[in-house]
């Protein structure tokens, strides 16, 4: 009797661990004997780069529409205070100084904000 236990615990396993990997999606294969199978698809993983780019893009988005929003002299005249604060402040002041990028951007976002 615990062996047929033992044997229908582990076929439930299988069963149970299958079906967690077929959320994910799954496909269709057939063998070369003809018999139709489904494969689970992988889970695609959007690792640390991907995030760090998200961040980093949304942090030149809202550096390009604060510029802006308050213009050049008024920017950065906001940037002073923290060049001589402490130095998270000089990071934070490092971090927003406007470069290429954000003075393309804020050209953009101009004549959407007026």
């Known amino acids: ?11 439930l396993t ?7 990997s077929l959320r994910n999606g799954y496909g269709f294969r057939v063998d070369r004997s003809g018999l139709i199978t489904v494969k689970p698809k992988r889970a ?9 780019l998200g961040v980093a893009l949304i942090a030149v988005l809202f550096k390009a ?14 940037l002073e205070p923290l060049r001589g ?3 998270v402040e000089q990071a934070g002041a490092w971090l927003m ?3 290429t990028l954000t ?6 976002f101009s004549g959407i904000l007026s």
């Open 1 to 11: 009797m615990s062996a047929n236990v033992q044997k229908f615990d582990r076929r």
């Open 14 to 20: 299988r069963i149970v661990r299958k079906h967690r």
């Open 44 to 52: 695609k993983s959007s690792g640390p780069l991907t995030a760090f």
């Open 65 to 78: 529409v604060v510029f802006a929003n308050y213009g050049p002299q008024k920017y950065m005249s906001k």
């Open 85 to 87: 604060g402490t130095l």
């Open 97 to 99: 100084e406007p470069g």
């Open 103 to 108: 003075f393309v951007l804020a050209d953009i």
